[in-house]
């Protein structure tokens, strides 16, 4: 088995909230609980919704938190070559369309697992007259060839029907950015990530990823999705829904967001400070894997 390496990609759309720091804290213990690496990717290819200054304040918590990440931060802006390439070796497998949102939303054949809309294929054999590209978009496979599955090492098995579930999706958006599909397939295969610990929101988009990785040629990592934050009104905790930012003032309190993140994990770590929190953490993570992995 090769050496653990796993990661954190935080969007620097804002500082991070409490359900960010549940997915941060728990990619770490699973790093440092398998003796592996732990790398910080900053996931910023959509550079209009990056907000200033926030990728900094991002770093800056997870040193204050004792989150200390191996080798140099990567920035997917600054990469955006590499996706180029990686869609050059997908042109046998991509077409351009030249569907705006409304023309996606009155013809769409559902919704996806994730709320996005399921893409009927309008421009799967070619632009109609008159119509330029819009976006470029990968082709799944007709059924019954579009079953894509995964193990995920908290849910078990995990299978999207692609060409029901999910349809022809984005790799390079109207905007010209590349999309978060494409980005994050690549990013992973380059910084040979093993472990990806992630919120579990991003569950139903990991057949999507599978598949460009089967295209690609690149190796799956090993997955698992951690349950999210949600507010009183049962919605997913973001910065559309309100939620506030990790701003821990002193010892306590960072050793407070700490504890709270591992108790939503399901972890009580006894604490007075930042390097005993992770000295008691770690081992009980290993321990609450052991309770929860999935029956074989």
Partial sequence: MAPYIGRFAPSPTGRLHAGSLVAAVASYLDARAHHGKWLVRIEDVDEGRSAAGAADAILGLLQQLGMVWDGDVLWQSRR????????????????????????IADSRLGLAPDGAAIYPGTCR????????????????????????????????????????????????????FWAYQLAVVVDDAQQGVTDVVRGADLLDSTPRQVYLQHLLGLPTPRYLHVPVLRNADGEKLSKQTGALAVAPGDRAAAVAALRDAARFLGLEAQADSVAQFWQSAVPAWARLLQLRAPAP
């Fill in 125 to 176: 054999h070619g632009l109609a007259p008159g119509r330029t590209m819009r976006s470029l978009r990968v082709r799944v496979p007709d059924a019954p060839g579009d079953l894509v599955g995964f193990e995920d090492r908290l849910a078990g098995h995990v299978a999207q029907h692609l060409a029901t579930q999910s349809g022809d999706f984005v790799l390079k958006r109207a905007d010209g």
């Fill in 80 to 103: 955006t070559h590499l996706y180029q390439a990686a869609a050059e070796r997908l042109a046998a497998h991509t077409y351009p369309c030249g569907c705006n949102r409304r023309e």
